[in-house]
């Protein structure tokens, strides 16, 4: 008679436990935003990455897959929020640059 091992991890075989990713367009919005308040004193960079913050937010927040995961769905919210921060911080910064031109 042989004795059954129990399976001490579940996810060893990799398909029984994983959960499908719906999509990195919102881990690349926080991202951007991020960068975009990070180099708002970069001449025209923070202004960029704002932009294409809100662009990858607002193209994830369309997408079922995000829509159905709630962290994605905040992520993506958090990227265009972080985004618009940046293109206020740039637009702010360059202001002051621009009269003296």
Known sequence: MTAAVPRMCSSVDGNENRKQHGSWLPTVSITLGA????SFWVVG???LFGV???????VATSRSA????EAASLR???GVVAGAAGITVSAIALLPMLAHL
Do not use: I
Not at 35 to 38: D, F, G, Q
Not at 52 to 58: L, Q, R, T, W
Not at 66 to 69: A, L, P, Q, R, S
């Open 66 to 69: 995000v829509v159905d995961d």
């Open 76 to 78: 993506a919210l958090l």
């Open 52 to 58: 294409a913050a809100v662009v990858c937010g607002a």
């Open 45 to 47: 960079l923070g202004f």
């Open 35 to 38: 960068l975009s308040v990070a």
